[in-house]
């Protein structure tokens, strides 16, 4: 079945660590996103893709990275995690055209200690 | 880039009566109007969208509206039933999404 798939879906981290969040999509999207969440708040775009190669920064600043090697798969990484980087991270694809409906992974919920 | 503000951002209604969420936005070459419904500890889903060459879409008990020309856009829910409850997003696009900051709709029993 077509899905969005983020690993792992919850994490709890000492500050410092460097961590990767996974999410692999098996919609065959070309755009992929990067949100980050606090419970029931705003949805913040950090980071997106339209492809192999292509990575831009979103509307919100954030010390994360991001990689896109292959078409199914945005990890996103932080070198060094810190409290304030406690939130919710949602992945997203979106389809083809400049309008195609996004669709949503189900999140990873991070806690840094 | 696009704004995108939304009203109210909590709404209380009676189980049974409609609820209404307003959305504005400010780049008029948007052309994409999609809205979410994220239940407590879920994703947010996609629930019902519209393009800017339609002014109205229905689908069973939820409608959206859009009047281009005002720039706002906006939901509505008949006959609501306490699995409404949820924060309900909307978000207009040119080439990526913008999100309104969201509404916590409850439906009391």
């Known amino acids: 079945e077509a899905d969005i798939y983020q690993t792992p879906r919850y994490l709890v981290i000492g500050t410092g660590k460097k961590i990767t969040l996974e999410c692999s999509q098996t919609m065959g999207h070309d755009k992929m996103y990067w949100y980050q969440q606090d419970p029931g708040m705003e949805l913040h775009l950090i980071h997106y893709s339209y492809g192999v190669n292509s990575t831009e920064k979103g509307d919100l600043s954030s010390e994360s990275t991001v990689s896109r090697i292959r078409t199914e798969h945005f990890p996103l990484t932080l070198e060094s995690a810190r409290p304030s980087h406690t939130s919710q991270y949602l992945c997203?694809?979106?389809?083809?055209?400049?309008?195609?409906?996004?669709?949503f992974g189900p999140g990873t919920r991070l806690t840094v200690t | 880039g696009e704004n995108v503000e939304q009203h109210p951002s909590t709404l209380s209604v009676q189980e049974g009566d409609s609820a209404v969420i307003k959305c504005t936005y400010s780049?008029?070459?948007?052309?994409?109007f999609p809205w979410y419904k994220q239940e407590l500890g879920k994703r947010p889903q996609l629930i019902i969208d519209i393009r800017s060459n339609v002014g109205e879409k229905k689908d069973q008990r939820i409608a959206v509206t859009l009047n281009k020309t005002a720039k706002h856009f906006s939901l509505h829910i008949t006959e609501t039933q306490p699995e409404d409850s949820a924060v309900y997003f909307c978000?207009?696009?040119?080439?990526?999404?913008?999100f309104g900051a969201g509404t916590t709709v409850t439906v009391r029993a």
């Open positions: 997203a694809s979106s389809g083809p055209g400049p309008s195609g409906e996004q669709y």
């Open positions: 780049d008029s070459a948007s052309n994409y």
């Open positions: 978000a207009a696009s040119i080439y990526k999404l913008s």
